[in-house]
């Protein structure tokens, strides 16, 4: 086992409870780790520049998913959680552009990443996967429906 440094660490608390949303998570996790071991060779923010770039496409994949997981169960917070989504990138990529243009301390964006990562996950995915859930015990089977 190799000893990198971890910025994020998973737990179970993260958990929603829907397979593909736990496994795009844990993998959105694990960019973002790479992306900080990436700084173990220079403290500058180039250095992470093709692992950020890999961290916000991985995060655009995730959000579609969650989309249209939230659409087909009728989720009634949809368009908040879909803004919210939108405003993540938006400050994420402001957050890179920054920290890329003076070729700085990258330790604002790895703070942005971080925090809106664990804060989104436990407050706003955990809502919608709630209803998720529901919705999926509710559904006939050949509809996909989790087994309750
Ligand atoms: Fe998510
Ligand atoms: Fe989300």
Not at 53 to 60: Q, S, W
Not at 68 to 84: A, I, N, R
Not at 94 to 113: M, N, R
């Amino acid at each position: 086992m190799t000893d990198q440094p971890s910025l994020v660490v998973w737990k179970d608390a993260y958990n929603t409870g829907i397979d593909l949303i736990d496994e795009q998570h844990k993998e959105l996790v694990s960019t973002i780790n790479s992306l900080y071991s990436s700084l173990s060779k220079e403290n500058k923010c180039s250095a992470l520049k093709p692992a950020a770039e890999m961290v916000m496409k991985y995060t655009k994949v995730h959000f579609a998913t969650e989309f249209e997981m939230m659409k087909k169960s009728g989720y009634p917070q949809l368009q908040e959680h879909h803004d919210q989504h939108e405003r993540l990138i938006i400050r994420a990529d402001e957050s890179l552009h920054e920290c890329l243009k003076e070729d700085g301390d990258p330790t604002d964006f790895l703070h942005f990443l971080k925090e809106w990562f664990i804060i989104h996950i436990v407050r706003e995915d955990k809502a919608y996967s709630a209803h998720l859930l529901e919705y999926l015990a509710n559904q006939p089977e050949e509809a996909g429906g989790a087994e309750a």
